[in-house]
């Protein structure tokens, strides 16, 4: 983690293994397949996007900002012939529930989701789909279950913010990828083979970023480069500041020590490897 983080950063790090168990647990896939999906990536992109109704792929491709386009038609509209959105979202919130519950074991959640409950409440969508999508799909009834759909709306709230950010910042999906691996948060090897994109596509880009004077020849950022990631992330963690000044200081520290030991138990029992496409490390 970057020195002296700020407490929205702090809350996503916190958080993020609860949100992205659901990306690595093998009840996920299993349940996506079961409905009928073809594939770990539609299941992928249909679960994530399931809120949003059969979408197409443009505005998906819009919105997962950092996945190559043609990983994105290869799944949409062609999942919503083998599953509804319905179908898909339940299932998808069941097996997660499931996954949460093998490794969290008797953790009580109870007073964590009341307060990320109202740090959703929180939330802003003005020019955010992905999350307003998300937080319009009704709670349920079970702890775990509403643990990991409040996480996901808070995680789909700030990942909104992050896309405005970096195309605010001039950047294209790959190039913001591109920036993020610069930092030594996460790898080539993670990023190029989960997003999709080309050896010449991957060069391109870099090549764009050495034109641009924001990578050096050696393909480390600039001081120009790490002032343009800067900002990205600066405003990201603006963007998503509005559920944390509806909790309050006290609250936010309060979720902080909450969800900490919980997603170290996630990434503990292999929920979310520790190096993975999203930067994301273990609390």
């Keep these: 983690m970057e020195p002296n983080p700020s407490p929205a950063r702090q809350f996503w790090t916190a958080l993020e293994p609860l949100h992205a168990v659901v990306y690595f647990a093998p009840e996920t896939a299993e349940a996506a397949k079961a409905v009928g999906l073809r594939g770990f990536w539609m299941g992928y992109f249909a679960g994530r996007s399931a809120p949003l109704g059969p979408i197409g792929p443009e505005p998906v491709e819009a919105m997962f900002f950092g996945f190559a386009p043609r990983m994105v038609a290869r799944a949409l509209p062609d999942a919503w012939t083998f599953a509804s959105p319905g179908e898909v979202l339940r299932t998808r919130i069941e097996a997660v529930e499931t996954a949460l519950t093998r490794l969290l074991g008797a953790a009580s959640v109870d007073e964590l989701v009341r307060l990320l409950e109202a740090a959703v409440d929180g939330c802003r969508f003005a020019g955010r789909p992905l999350g307003a999508a998300w937080g319009a799909v009704p709670r349920p009834d079970r702890p775990l279950a509403r643990l990991w759909l409040a996480t996901t709306v808070l995680r789909e709230h700030r990942g909104d913010g992050h896309v405005l950010a970096a195309v605010a910042a001039e950047l294209t999906g790959l190039e913001a990828a591109l920036t993020h691996i ?102």
């Design 182 to 283: 610069a930092t030594g948060a996460t790898t080539r090897q993670h990023v190029q083979r989960a997003r999709g994109w080309t050896d010449g596509e991957w060069d391109a880009a870099t090549g764009g970023l050495l034109t641009r004077g924001l990578f050096d020849r050696e393909g480390r950022l600039t001081t120009a480069g790490q002032d343009v990631r800067r900002t990205v992330e600066e405003t990201t963690d603006r963007l998503a500041a509005d559920p944390l000044e509806t909790l309050g200081a006290s609250a936010v520290e309060r979720v902080l020590a909450l969800a900490a030991p919980l997603s170290r138990l996630v990434v503990d029992g292999g929920g979310m490897p520790v190096t993975n496409p999203m930067g994301a490390a273990r609390p």
